[in-house]
């Protein structure tokens, strides 16, 4: 009988390739979203959207009312800009390692199925951003409600990360942004959110699921405390995550197409 080392040591660099592949896919599609801008397609929506934020979640900010992005601007805490920052950090890393680590305990089966899974919910919410774009609440906070193309993505309040972190992180991934208008749903929101749901599914361990609701929790709470995205987007990001999970299930169940080890 091998050992459990000796099965992790037989298990090829083909084989975690494989499970990575969903993701693969992932990066080639949002890169080349950018060859065909979602403007080009829709109107962009700038103030309904903000308006809708500010009736449902506004906060009073003084005498004024303001959304919650625009409140934490003023509002903030470094100890909550660490936090908000690494959950944010956590994105695709922490789902990208939970589909090598169930490759290495010889369940490809499962990380293609949760990686297939992924890959459902981001073309549901790409479809979304092409039939309504929508500018996030740094772009109103700092621009208004005229939209101007040429704008380049901004970090908004994660720059509070890297400030305290002094590695430029965000500035260099968000600064070269071509897709602004991309706001609604939050896909930020539904990355961890979907490994979370795949980990209760396999029953994984209780500090596994802990840590991984935690770093959810942290990255909706990031969204908004940074001004990326309006609570709505965050929960319009849940609400994609659950339709494309059932919509890829259910596909899979009718045509299995994830494959089994």
Not at 96 to 118: K, N
Not at 179 to 187: E, G, K, R, T
Request: glycine fraction near 6%; charge should be positive.
């Amino acid at each position: 009988m091998r050992s459990k080392s000796k099965r992790y040591y037989d298990i090829s660099i083909a084989t975690y390739v494989l499970a990575l592949l969903p993701f693969f896919v992932y990066f080639a599609i949002y890169g080349s979203l950018g060859l065909y801008p979602n403007y080009n397609v829709s109107s962009i929506d700038l103030k309904p959207l903000h308006d809708l934020e500010l009736q449902i979640f506004g906060i009073m900010d003084g005498s004024t009312k303001v959304i919650p992005g625009a409140y934490f601007q003023h509002h903030h805490h470094a100890l909550l800009d660490l936090i908000a920052g690494f959950s944010y950090l956590c994105w695709l890393p922490v789902p990208m390692c939970y589909a090598l680590w169930l490759t290495r305990e010889g369940r490809i089966d499962r990380a293609l199925r949760m990686g297939w899974g992924f890959l459902m919910v981001n073309l549901v919410g790409f479809v979304i951003y092409y039939v309504h774009p929508a500018a996030p609440p740094w772009y109103v906070i700092t621009h208004g409600f005229e939209a101007d193309f040429t704008t380049p993505g901004s970090c908004a309040g994660l720059a509070r990360f890297d400030a305290l972190t002094h590695v430029p992180f965000y500035h260099a991934f968000y600064d070269k942004n071509a897709n602004v208008f991309a706001a609604m749903p939050s896909l930020h929101a539904a990355y961890m959110f979907i490994a979370t749901l795949y980990a209760m599914r396999y029953r994984a361990n209780r500090w596994v699921l802990l840590i991984f609701w935690l770093i959810t929790l942290g990255t909706w709470f990031a969204a908004v405390y940074s001004a990326h995205h309006y609570i709505i987007d965050v929960i319009a990001g849940i609400i994609v995550s659950l339709v494309g999970i059932s919509l890829f299930e259910w596909l899979n169940r009718r045509y299995k197409l994830y494959v089994s080890p």
